[in-house]
């Protein structure tokens, strides 16, 4: 997977997490996609990944200092806590295939 520019391997990065991770409240699952939530994450991952830095501690520090707003702002809870530990594992078997493909 070659990219011609920076912009377009962010984009394919944030649609794969979009599609493959959400989060988990209620028992509904909510597409990262769907909650707007996947470019700015691959814009804080591609970075890493482009360096060959991927590390699971900055990959979940990551989620940690994302806070999702609920009650229309009300509440701040760390991204971290709305993942299921399946998409947690998902993501970063995500991001390992992404860096190889780089």
């Not at 699952?29 to 769907?34: M, Q, V």
């Not at 939530?37 to 994302?66: C, G, W």
């Not at 809870?77 to 860096?99: G, N, R």
């Amino acid at each position: 997977m070659t990219y011609s520019n920076t912009s377009a391997a962010i984009e394919a990065l944030a649609a794969e997490i979009g599609e493959q991770v959400y989060l988990d409240i209620a028992k509904w699952h909510l597409y990262l996609g769907d909650a707007k939530l996947h470019t700015p994450l691959a814009e804080k991952f591609y970075p890493m990944l482009k360096d060959n830095q991927l590390e699971e501690k900055k990959v979940l520090d990551i989620l940690r200092s994302t806070p999702i707003k609920l009650g229309g702002g009300r509440h701040e809870v760390a991204l971290i806590d709305l993942l299921p530990m399946q998409c947690q594992v998902s993501l970063m078997d995500l991001l390992e295939d992404y860096q190889r493909k780089l």
